[in-house]
């Protein structure tokens, strides 16, 4: 019997470069099927001409047996494959409903049907989203299930996840493959590109893994284990560099000096009375699920969040009360934030690797006069391109061009260049391969020996039991917890931050 | 792992616009009698002077991913008040003061009204352009044409001097683009100029000073635009205030884009404001001699435009690489 999907040496090409070279797969009905690799394996983009948005340079795409060519997304969910995309492409104006019946709408298209349909629809599916709000009033994980159950509701046979649960908290997580589990019931099949090796682990049924626009090996799940997948994704062992550090073997580093102290600040609903220290000289992790505010502390510490929100309390650097309400003066006392959000608020589309770092270096205390020099941005851009290890052809090379973990160690290199005290790094490895975790975990581990005050906000558990020296943990607004690296375990943590 | 390829674009707007303005001249030189002549060629740079004056400042406002749409009315009524208040007996250093301290004033406010209260810069800068022209025609100046005084000394030569048999407007016009293009590139301002209009909430999180370069952005475009106006002025012995309601303000936009800066701010430099300048003026030029008719002439303009932008699409198609970042 054919497979539902079958691809057949499928490749493409950019500019005589293949993102994707002679790949053949196939996806049985009913199959939950993981798509493994580091970025730049070429997983988005086989994924993406299977969904019509890229069109193969060569190869064939069987559906049922018969090839069929898609000339756009809309087509090829006509023939029932949709795809969820990193970025959702819901509206954020329009309420759950309207996105839910977007271009299916009568021509005399009244609210309260449409409401009661959603809500029944959604209902089916059992998913708590309620029809009438506004998509941009959802959270993550609720605006993924408003996009799945569109999918859903188009007839798709194929749903395809682009890093689904990216964005998602650990709770939203398990909702999630619940799901997963529902869609598989209803005879759906299901490709999900991911990052997170336990949950391919977990819920697939089959595992292929890409490197560098290649097939390495397809097989069933039960035949594969954490290391295996690794090593097939970047053909050698990571996993000890990784996680398997925190075993007790590691030296947790002591105390320096009080760099940052926050005494009750608040702000609005997410930030409510907080308080914390961050010390010189040791990493202090930062834990809490998605609307816990740690991001937010992060940002009023470092001025990032607009003035027109009110926020009291006191935080005091080094024993001086400061308030920033823009970034820019944080920053010249040596403040710095790496954003979690690399794409809208941490890289320069039309920049250079060069021009990106130098920018940093312009806009701290470590420049002080009105003249650029080119010479200058070359010789800093080298230092740091080497130092952080940033792999590009040159430091001329466009930003946007680079993988997402070169892209990450740029707005990195940005920020250090600024020669902070304080570097606050929110979600450093999201959307990051492995091999660049590992080497972004080398580096924030670096500026804390050599004595810099380091903080990292993280979700991501064994990130946070690995790196940090010091554990806090937000919850609702406020840091609840906090537990030496010693005595912390993935379950003490996610019981502070749940309870 | 990094797949980033180097691209250089061979062929940029730029170029094209170029290309079509060699082309051009060629083409008028050989077939337009009267075209090339030392005294036609001259007047050709004089009359565009004005309209790359502005562009220059006008191009380092989009770069910076801003707007000024005030600049005409800006130019017209702080220069036709300080030309009356001389005529009515003011002391010229003095005059010359009110006028471009009150141009200064009203680009401090256009850049307060964009960075520190947030309106979009297109409504922000045609409302000051509205209020201006009100404003200066109801309370300062008594008629649409206010002539020029004879007491005017060395800033008439902006408009009549000659310097080599150079007109004195085209060697403001090439200082200004000179000493801004110097700015953009040269400075911390210039780049964090670049910075802003590139992609502004990564520019205020790496600390770049975001609002104070916008309000020094637009008082500089509103330095210049005094400048330009005081051009304007001398060269045709009169500023005419009606001079707002003409499609001057949009010809300078037309400039900006031509010569490849991108409305979305970051990209692009002054040497595409002087492409776009020698095309446009060119073209103006010719069509004069050829006597084609002025809105005629505004539907080129049009079509010249769509051209350009069409072809640079065609040649530099949007990459699918670019518009998705991380993984490929």
């Known amino acids: ?499 | 792992m990094t797949r980033a390829v180097s691209r250089k674009r061979l062929i940029t707007q730029e170029k094209i616009v170029f290309a079509i303005f060699v082309l051009l001249f060629l083409g008028f030189s050989l077939f337009l009698p009267g075209f090339l002549t030392a005294n036609n060629v001259a007047l050709l740079l004089q009359s565009v002077s004005v309209l790359g004056i502005l562009s220059v400042a006008m191009g380092a406002t989009i770069i910076a991913g801003a707007i000024d749409l005030s600049m005409v009315a800006l130019m017209a009524m702080s220069v036709a008040w300080a030309l009356q208040l001389v005529n009515n007996g003011m002391p010229v250093p003095l005059a010359m003061l009110i006028g471009g301290g009150s141009a200064i004033l009203v680009g401090i406010i256009n850049g307060v009204l964009v960075a520190y209260v947030e309106i979009p810069p297109l409504f922000a800068t045609l409302a000051t352009a509205a209020c201006i022209y009100g404003f200066g025609r109801f309370g300062l100046i008594s008629q649409d044409t206010v002539y020029l005084p004879k007491n005017l000394g060395w800033i008439a030569e902006l408009g009549h001097g000659r310097v080599y048999g150079l007109p004195m407007p085209v060697i403001v016009f090439a200082v200004l683009a000179a000493a801004i293009a110097l700015v953009m590139n040269y400075t911390k301002f210039g780049r964090f100029a670049y910075a802003i209009g590139d992609n502004r909430a990564t520019a205020r999180i790496t600390g770049v000073p975001v609002r104070p370069v916008l309000v020094l952005q637009y008082t500089v475009s509103a330095i210049v635009a005094f400048i330009a106006g005081l051009v304007q002025a001398t060269a045709i012995n009169s500023m005419n205030t009606r001079i707002t309601d003409t499609l001057l303000i949009y010809e300078v936009i037309l400039v900006v884009v031509l010569g490849g800066i991108g409305l979305s701010g970051g990209k692009g430099g002054i040497r595409n404001v002087v492409v776009g300048t020698l095309l446009i003026g060119t073209f103006l030029n010719g069509m004069t001699i050829m006597n084609i008719q002025f809105t005629a002439q505004n539907a080129i303009k049009g079509l010249i435009l769509l051209t350009a932008i069409a072809i640079d699409q065609v040649i530099n198609p949007r990459d699918e690489q670019t518009s998705q970042q991380g993984d490929i």
């Open chain 1, 1 to 499: 019997m054919a497979s539902l999907l079958e691809v057949k040496e499928l490749t493409k090409e950019y500019r005589g470069a293949a993102a994707v070279q002679d790949i053949s797969m196939s996806l049985e009905s009913g199959e939950v099927h993981a798509l493994l690799g580091e970025n730049g394996a070429g997983k988005s983009t086989l994924t993406k001409m299977i969904a019509g948005v890229v069109d193969p340079t060569r190869g064939s795409i069987l559906l049922d047996g018969k090839p069929v060519s898609f000339s756009s997304p809309a087509e090829a969910l006509r023939h029932g494959i949709a795809m969820v995309f990193q970025e959702t492409s819901l509206v954020p104006s329009l309420t759950v409903a309207q996105n839910l019946f977007l271009g299916d709408e009568k021509a005399f298209n009244r609210l309260r049907p449409l409401y009661i349909a959603a809500q029944q629809f959604l209902q089916s599916l059992n998913f708590p989203v309620d029809p009438t709000l506004n998509v941009s009033a959802l959270g993550a994980a609720q605006r993924q299930m408003v996009e799945i159950a569109r999918a859903v509701r188009k007839n798709a046979r194929i749903i395809i996840f682009d890093e689904p649960t990216a964005t998602l908290t650990p709770e939203e997580k398990q909702h999630f493959f619940e799901l997963i589990g529902r869609l598989k019931a209803r005879g759906c099949s299901i490709i999900f590109i991911s990052h997170a090796l336990e949950e391919a682990l977990a819920i697939s049924d089959r595992i292929t893994v890409l490197r560098d626009g290649k097939l390495v090996v397809t097989d069933v799940t039960a035949n594969f284990d954490r290391d295996k997948i690794i090593r097939a994704m970047v053909g050698r062992s990571l996993s000890d560099e990784l996680y398997g550090a925190h075993a007790g073997s590691r030296k947790v580093r002591g105390y320096g000096k009080r760099v940052l102290s926050v005494q009750n600040i608040s702000m609005g609903r997410m930030v409510r009375n907080s308080s914390f220290a961050v010390y010189a000289g040791q990493i202090t992790g930062i834990f809490g699920l998605i609307g816990s505010g740690r991001t937010e502390s992060a940002k009023i510490v470092a001025g990032v969040v607009k003035r027109n929100f009110f926020h009291g309390g006191v935080t005091r650097l080094a024993d001086r009360i400061v308030r920033y309400r823009t970034p820019a003066p944080a920053v010249r006392n040596g403040v710095a934030y790496v954003t979690e959000d690399r794409k809208s608020e941490g890289i320069f589309e039309t920049m250079s690797i060069a021009q990106s770092i130098y920018t940093g270096l312009l806009a701290s205390a470590q420049h002080r006069t009105a003249v650029v020099s080119k010479s200058e941005m070359r010789s800093v851009a080298e230092h740091w391109t080497q130092s952080l290890s940033i792999r590009a052809i040159s430091p001329d090379a466009p930003v946007v061009e680079l993988s997402g973990g070169n892209q990450q160690k740029v707005v990195i290199a940005k920020a250090l260049v600024q020669q902070p005290k304080l570097v606050i790094f929110d979600e450093p490895t999201r959307g990051v391969d492995v091999g660049a975790i590992a080497e972004i975990h080398a580096i924030i581990n670096r500026l804390a020996d050599e004595g810099m005050a380091v903080v990292v906000i993280s979700s991501y558990l064994p990130e946070i039991l690995n790196i940090s020296d010091r554990i806090l943990v937000s919850r609702k607004g406020r840091i609840v917890e906090e537990f030496a690296a010693g005595e912390a375990t993935e379950e003490k943590i996610m019981y502070a931050a749940v309870h």
